[in-house]
């Protein structure tokens, strides 16, 4: 079965550290990556995503993420984080071929940035 | 803001009961989809609605069935609640391509006693 994999469940930083959360996925075929991101008390939100084309993809408040086919991997970065990230990461996956563009998210990862 | 919306916000039933939950899709969208998040987890895929037909289900018994009117709002329909059913339920709305964003509304919070 398709599955996504965050092998980080909780990270703690301090402000202006270097982000990498780690995302993998199970499935050979073409796919369509995501990050979502929930602020506390705020709905899900796209952070960014990638279809094709380049691989290192730009997304808002400074975050990207690097595509790597032969690792299947879709790893997401900030090279400085603010307080104001403070929340839960969310990859996801929609494989190439579903018709019925379904989500595949994995677990989370909760980041708590101190001050 | 997305302007999905979604009622109520809140849900507390007991087993056995049945559940309805509503989702109003932001405006010119026409696809729904419904995903289940339990305590700790990531997003689950319910089902997808798109122009009121269904358009995919995960791996939910048939106990969960939805609809889509011809507005694009939705909503989710519960049987026989089971205390596993305790979670967030979601509702992502867009315009049905792969490329294009699920705008995600703020959920419908279900406890089942």
Do not use: M
């Not at chain 1, 996504?4 to 990556?33: D, R």
């Not at chain 2, 916000?9 to 109003?24: A, Y």
């Not at chain 2, 106990?63 to 329909?77: A, D, T, V």
């Amino acid at each position: 079965a398709q599955s996504v994999s965050q092998h980080n469940h909780h990270v703690i930083l301090s402000e202006a550290a270097s982000l990498e959360l780690g995302c993998n996925y199970s499935y050979g075929g073409t796919v369509n990556l995501f990050w979502y991101v929930q602020y506390p008390g705020q709905h899900l939100q796209l952070l960014l995503k990638y279809f094709s084309g380049d691989p290192l993809v730009k997304g808002i408040k400074g975050f990207e993420a690097e595509f790597i086919k032969s690792k299947f991997s879709f790893n997401l970065r900030k090279p400085s984080v603010q307080w104001s990230d403070t929340a839960e990461y969310f990859c996801a996956v929609i494989p190439g071929e579903d018709s019925s563009y379904k989500l595949i998210f994995g677990s989370g990862t909760r980041l708590l940035v101190r001050p | 803001e997305t302007g999905v919306t979604q009622s109520p916000t809140h849900l507390i039933k007991t087993r056995g009961q049945q559940v309805t939950l509503r989702c109003s899709s932001q405006s010119g969208h026409n696809t729904v989809s419904w995903y289940q998040q339990a305590l700790g987890q990531g997003p689950q895929f319910i089902f997808q609605y798109y122009r009121e037909e269904e358009n995919g289900r995960g791996n939910f018994p048939p106990r969960f069935s939805g609809l889509q009117f011809p507005n694009y709002s939705s909503e989710l329909n519960v049987n026989a609640l089971e205390l596993d059913d305790s979670a967030l339920y979601l509702c992502a709305s867009s315009f049905g391509t792969v490329t294009d964003t699920q705008y995600f509304g703020p959920g419908t919070r279900l406890t089942v006693l």
